[in-house]
């Protein structure tokens, strides 16, 4: 069973940067496709970014394309998201997903394994 533990998270300015990982217990983390969700106070939860195990494929939702990125290292088995020009309305616990899948896209039903997640506050 994969356990996924986050982090990077905090308070950052409107305009600012943060980076977030993912560190991945499953030392053939590659098998995997992972996703960041995030979910802000009183809203479910929405779908961020995905990435293919390969590391091929990535997708995003409109809300955040062209300002994160997701990348990931099979060998040290992380998985990061770097946000940029963060908005308020980005605030939110940000959790990371993986699904033994070569693709699991934005469907968060299709993640069997979850963070415990990490939280980012953006100020305006």
């Known amino acids: 069973q994969v356990q996924l533990v986050e982090s990077g998270g905090g308070l950052v300015q409107a305009g600012g940067s943060l980076r977030l990982s993912c560190a991945a217990s499953?030392?053939?983390?590659?098998?995997?496709?992972t996703g960041w969700f995030r979910q802000a106070p009183g809203k479910e939860r929405e779908f961020v970014a995905a990435?293919?195990?390969?590391?091929?494929?990535?997708y995003y939702a409109d809300s955040v394309k062209g300002r994160f990125t997701i990348s990931r290292d099979n060998a040290k088995n992380t998985v990061h998201l770097q946000m940029n020009s963060l908005k308020p309305e980005d605030t939110a616990v940000y959790y990371c997903?993986?699904?033994?899948?070569?693709?699991?896209?934005?469907?968060?039903?299709?993640?069997?394994?979850w963070g415990q997640g990490t939280q980012v506050t953006v100020s305006s």
């Open positions: 990435i293919s195990r390969s590391a091929l494929s990535t």
């Open positions: 499953e030392l053939t983390f590659s098998r995997y496709a």
């Open positions: 997903a993986a699904a033994e899948e070569s693709w699991a896209g934005s469907d968060y039903r299709v993640y069997d394994y």
